[in-house]
């Protein structure tokens, strides 16, 4: 089965750090593009970043430019996102999403960060 | 900078027919957007419905459909049931590594 398994959400400060990971199996995880999405509370879906399948190209919404870095590591299988400088903006569920046909084919089921003093 | 246009809210009969749009705030939208579609119920991951402007994803029953209508992106449910009852996303891919999401449609089937 094709799946996608986010962790490492969690409560942290305003300014604190969190590094979130999305497990991949049931697909060649190493040639797919991947992605995470966010949803605030009650809000709608946010682009948040891209890292392509040999982590060449990587981009950003301009929301977290330069206090969020995308990884991977194809050997493990495994999607990282490395969060600095938390805002109370950034509270949201976080998933990460397979990339197809530049559209997001497969999502993970979520992992909720709370920044919150 | 760009916004993705979505209608905040939809209403359809059931067994009825609705098209859902997803344009921009400056411009119009093609085929070049890559324009695709999903189905988030509350609690839910978003369900993937349509990608590449019109091709269904791997599941999808064919009363969902994808186009362009005039200078927008549309979904079109034939046939709407009550599980039809969601909130529906379009993103559009602006280039340069940048996919910007529409607000979403809340759409009730009553």
């Known amino acids: 089965e094709v799946q996608l398994v986010e962790s490492g959400g969690g409560l942290v400060q305003p300014g604190g750090s969190l590094k979130l990971s999305c497990t991949a199996s049931?697909?060649?995880?190493?040639?797919?593009?991947m992605n995470w999405v966010r949803q605030a509370p009650g809000k709608g879906l946010e682009w948040v970043s891209f890292?392509?399948?040999?982590?060449?190209?990587?981009y950003y919404a301009d929301s977290v430019k330069g206090r969020f870095t995308i990884s991977r590591d194809n050997a493990k299988k495994l999607l990282y996102l490395q969060m600095n400088g938390l805002r109370d903006e950034d509270t949201a569920v976080y998933y990460c999403?397979?990339?197809?046909?530049?559209?997001?084919?497969?999502w993970g089921q979520g992992t909720l960060v709370t920044v919150s003093s | 900078q760009t916004v993705v246009t979505q209608e905040p809210s939809f209403s359809v009969s059931p067994g009825g027919t609705v098209t859902l749009t997803c344009g921009l705030s400056?411009?119009?939208?093609?085929?070049?957007?890559?324009p695709s579609w999903y189905q988030q119920t509350p609690g839910q991951a978003p369900r993937t419905l349509i990608y590449?402007?019109?091709t269904r994803s791997s599941g999808v029953p064919d009363r969902f459909s994808g186009s362009i209508l005039g200078n927008k992106a549309a979904l079109t449910i034939t046939g709407a049931q009550a599980d039809d009852e969601s909130d529906y996303y379009c993103?559009?891919?602006?280039?340069?590594?940048?996919?910007?999401f529409g607000g979403g449609t809340k759409l009730t089937v009553l």
């Open positions: 590449s402007t019109n």
């Open positions: 999403a397979r990339m197809y046909s530049k559209a997001f084919d497969i």
């Open positions: 993103v559009l891919y602006m280039g340069s590594g940048i996919w910007v």
């Open positions: 890292v392509s399948s040999s982590s060449g190209a990587r």
């Open positions: 400056s411009g119009s939208v093609s085929t070049t957007y890559y």
């Open positions: 049931g697909f060649n995880f190493s040639t797919y593009n």
